[in-house]
């Protein structure tokens, strides 16, 4: 079992930046995928980028060059570095690791972009 906790959520005003941190609970070998997905009110969970144990990064195309994923091996962290924030990107942000075919999220952390 892996439990991940998001954090760095929060109320930032249009353009602005926030950094999202999601730590695991134990460190992860082998082969995997951690990655962030959003949900905003009354939509579907979405992709929003992830990365392979290899370091290969996948972002949707809504937040290229806008946001970066990124980890820390020996600190079991993955980030979400977000700038250029839009309204559009609020939602509740879920980190999620994949080994195999199971599947571990965290609880996830509001993003809110209001003026």
């Known amino acids: 079992q892996v439990q991940l906790v998001e954090s760095g959520g929060g109320l930032v005003q249009p353009g602005g930046s926030l950094k999202l941190s999601c730590a695991a609970s134990?460190?992860?070998?082998?082969?995997?995928?951690m990655g962030w997905y959003r949900q905003a009110p009354g939509k579907q969970r979405e992709l929003v980028a992830d990365?392979?144990?290899?370091?290969?990064?996948n972002y949707v195309d809504f937040v290229k060059g806008r946001f970066t994923i990124s980890r820390e091996n020996g600190k079991n962290m993955v980030y979400l570095q977000m700038s250029s924030l839009k309204p559009e990107d609020t939602a509740v942000y879920y980190c999620?690791?994949?080994?195999?075919?199971?599947?571990?999220w965290g609880q996830g952390t509001q993003v809110t972009v209001s003026s």
């Open positions: 999620q690791l994949r080994i195999g075919k199971t599947d571990y």
């Open positions: 990365i392979t144990n290899g370091g290969i990064t």
């Open positions: 134990r460190n992860i070998i082998g082969i995997y995928i």
